[in-house]
């Protein structure tokens, strides 16, 4: 068993996923080869809420170029989880808002 700080990497911080804090929808930033149910227990583990569903998406990297030479940049995975109703928010993203 891994520990929950080597499956939750970092918050991700954009408008869009700021706009889903409203509705108890949290993104992070995951490891590559965790699965839903480690992120759950990650989560509720690290900021003591309930977790009602996990959705993942595998970000894939993006071409780059500087000058004449062109690579990728890494590719990551991302994780929403959204908390249930009577779960208290994530302080975290409260102070963002």
Do not use: C, H
Not at 2 to 12: T, V
Not at 51 to 75: A, C, D, H, W
Request: hydrophobic share 40%; charged share 35%.
């Amino acid at each position: 068993m891994r520990a929950a700080e080597d499956i939750i990497l970092a918050p991700i911080i954009t408008e869009k996923s700021m706009q889903g804090i409203k509705d108890k929808k949290y993104t992070f930033k995951v490891a590559k080869d965790a699965n839903k149910i480690e992120i759950k227990e990650a989560v509720e583990k690290l900021f003591k809420v309930e977790v009602v569903k996990v959705n993942t998406i595998n970000v894939r990297g993006q071409l780059r170029r500087m000058g004449r030479f062109e690579g990728y940049t890494p590719s990551w995975k991302k994780a929403v989880v959204t908390l249930s109703e009577k779960s208290k928010p994530i302080e975290f993203f409260e102070g963002l808002m």
